[in-house]
């Protein structure tokens, strides 16, 4: 089971971090990734993880904004979260990739697990 924490309210140009912490299992062998969604809007993705942790990707709207890293010693994922702006309000989901071991740039396209979402609320 997936755990996300760390949504809150802050204004525009703070900062957040948001933990994806696994329970009852270890994603240690997955990339992992977080997505969000929006009122209105259908879910994204934003980033992810490779699962030996040496390969990154975001969204071309959070690419020098965020940032992913893992604990495996914690089973943790981590998205920091810097200069964040209204329009990244949203509910923040982390997933699994399906598959383990999955080599190269992590992509998420196909999603194992979900977590439970938190919310991020960003006032202007």
């Known amino acids: 089971q997936l755990q996300a924490s760390g949504g809150g309210l802050v204004q525009a140009g703070g900062s957040l971090r948001l933990s994806c912490a696994a329970s009852?299992?270890?994603?240690?062998?997955?990339?992992v990734g977080w997505f969000r969604q929006a009122p209105g809007k259908e879910r994204e993705f934003v980033a992810a993880i490779s699962w030996k942790g040496d390969s990154t990707n975001y969204a071309d709207s959070v690419k020098g904004r965020f940032a992913i890293s893992r604990d495996s010693a914690e089973n943790t994922v981590y998205l920091l979260m810097n200069s964040l702006k209204p329009e990244d309000t949203a509910v923040y989901y982390c997933a699994t990739e399906r598959i383990p071991r999955v080599p190269g740039i992590p992509t998420m396209t196909y999603v194992g697990s979900w977590g439970q979402g938190t919310q991020v609320t960003v006032s202007s």
């Open positions: 009852g299992r270890t994603f240690g062998t997955y990339a």
